[in-house]
């Protein structure tokens, strides 16, 4: 077996590209984290203007106090064309991103690495942000639903939100990697 200094070399350079894109996405997972968590805490401020987050008994007692605006209920084509359209400009930064930032060439790099990035910031939605912050925190409980304890300690209510947020995931996905081919 012959010792070749250009195969040694080639091999350290194989590692030392793929632990940097690792460290990139965990950078990346870190700081889209902390963004996220950023707008959850600013729309905090007013938990009722995002009560169409919160479980459906704790929705239903804020409407029987007259506190939900029905003009924010989810549902009809103004919304669904909101929805789609940032869920595209979503995909676009994405793609942006994963192109310029993670080095994606190709398709599938740009929309997997965009998809991972994605189930990253919506599992820590669900479990640090949902079920560790919000469902003990005081700060988001509404006015007249304090007695609803069991309703704030829905757990399961977040892990199935989390398990559609993947799902949601998807079509940003695809439009990332439609960026990174272009």
């Known amino acids: 077996m012959q010792?070749?200094?250009a195969c040694l070399k080639q091999?350290?350079?194989t590692f030392a590209r793929k632990q940097r894109q690792k460290m990139i996405f965990l950078l990346e997972s870190l700081l889209a984290c902390a963004i996220f968590t950023?707008?959850?805490?600013?729309?905090?401020r007013n938990p009722i203007k995002s009560i169409f987050n919160y479980p459906p008994a704790i929705i239903e007692r804020c409407n029987q106090l007259g506190l939900v605006d029905a003009s924010n209920r989810p549902g009809g084509a103004v919304?669904?064309?909101k929805k789609i359209v940032a869920m595209m400009v979503f995909g676009v930064l994405l793609g942006l991103l994963v192109k310029y930032v993670n080095g994606?060439?190709?398709?599938?790099?740009?929309?997997?690495?965009?998809?991972?990035?994605?189930?990253?910031v919506n599992w820590f939605d669900a479990l640090v942000l949902d079920?560790?912050?919000?469902?003990?925190?005081k700060h988001f409980?509404?006015?007249?639903?304090?007695?609803?304890?069991a309703a704030?300690?829905?757990y399961w209510f977040h892990i199935k939100g989390a398990l559609i947020g993947m799902l949601l995931g998807i079509p940003a996905a695809l439009v990332a990697g439609v960026i990174v081919m272009i």
């Open 3 to 5: 010792f070749s200094f």
């Open 11 to 13: 091999q350290i350079c």
């Open 38 to 44: 950023l707008f959850v805490f600013l729309m905090s």
């Open 79 to 81: 919304f669904y064309v």
């Open 104 to 120: 994606c060439e190709t398709y599938w790099c740009g929309a997997l690495t965009a998809y991972a990035l994605w189930v990253v």
């Open 131 to 137: 079920c560790i912050w919000f469902c003990h925190d």
């Open 141 to 149: 409980v509404i006015p007249g639903t304090e007695d609803m304890t």
């Open 152 to 154: 704030y300690h829905d």
